[in-house]
């Protein structure tokens, strides 16, 4: 039953598209009349690894001469869960066409990923230049428009909220212990999953009836049958059509005094 095989890459946009948020972060010192700027690195993984290589001292016997510089941003996924609030009716399905071939796909299914963004600084004020830089652009929430199945024509709009912001400042020990400043920023970025995408070129209705009957019974006959049928008839999804209505008045079961309208 799981085994049809779907992979639209969804987690790895995401990811893809929250740390875009944060690639052009610059750093800059003024000493007198000169300004020196720099680009804050940026690099997936957690905060641990970062700090763990900062406990190690350089061994200038290898190419590793020189521990990790300072400062840098780092993030990571934190949780994955489902979002009850923004359930959409999973009978629903999205039909997209284009030119001649038509898929259909059911209706995306809402996660939020959680994501933890370390700052890592040796002196407060780069951590405060590169705070300073994010914080006033959420509101609490960012929007990105991402392109999260192309099969289907889906460019949604999901948000990335800014939760909390947390300081902690490493300096226990002996005056020959590095400091780290470390500013924890939580966010939760709410996408959507999608499932298999099937061709169902073919597969366009061309053709609605709807029976009326003034008595409530199951058993009543029909008295008056309204048809919808496109004009032309032969119309594909993406054209230009009208279309043609037919209403049918019926006694003991049988059709009389048909009336036809056409819309365009």
Excluded: C, W
Aim: no cysteine.
């Amino acid at each position: 039953m799981l085994g049809t095989y779907s992979y639209h890459e969804i987690f790895k946009k995401t990811v893809i598209g929250f740390g875009t948020l944060f690639n052009n972060i610059e750093l800059r010192r003024t000493s007198g009349s000169k300004t020196e700027v720099m680009k804050v690195p940026l690099a997936y993984g957690p905060k641990q690894k970062f700090l763990a290589r900062l406990a190690q001292l350089g061994d200038l016997t290898t190419k590793d001469r020189t521990q990790i510089t300072l400062p840098r941003i780092s993030f990571e996924i934190g949780a994955i869960q489902y979002d009850p609030t923004r359930k959409l009716s999973p009978t629903s399905y999205i039909r997209h066409t284009s030119g001649d071939k038509t898929n259909k796909g059911f209706m995306p299914i809402p996660y939020n990923v959680n994501f933890e963004l370390a700052i890592l600084s040796k002196n407060q004020d780069d951590a405060l230049q590169i705070l300073e830089q994010i914080l006033p652009h959420f509101q609490p929430s960012f929007n990105i428009t991402m392109n999260l199945v192309a099969e289907l024509g889906e460019k949604r709009d999901y948000p990335v909220t800014l939760l909390s912001v947390e300081y902690d400042d490493q300096y226990e020990g002996d005056y020959d212990t590095r400091r780290t400043l470390i500013y924890t920023l939580q966010f939760v970025a709410k996408t959507y999953l999608y499932g298999p995408v099937a061709d169902k070129t073919g597969e366009v209705i061309t053709k609605a009836i709807v029976d009326y009957a003034t008595d409530a019974k199951v058993t009543a006959p029909r008295e008056v049958r309204y048809t919808v049928t496109p004009d032309p008839v032969d119309a594909d999804p993406d054209d230009n059509f009208g279309f043609n209505e037919l209403y049918s008045e019926f006694t003991d079961g049988k059709s009389r005094n048909p009336v036809t309208n056409t819309d365009e």
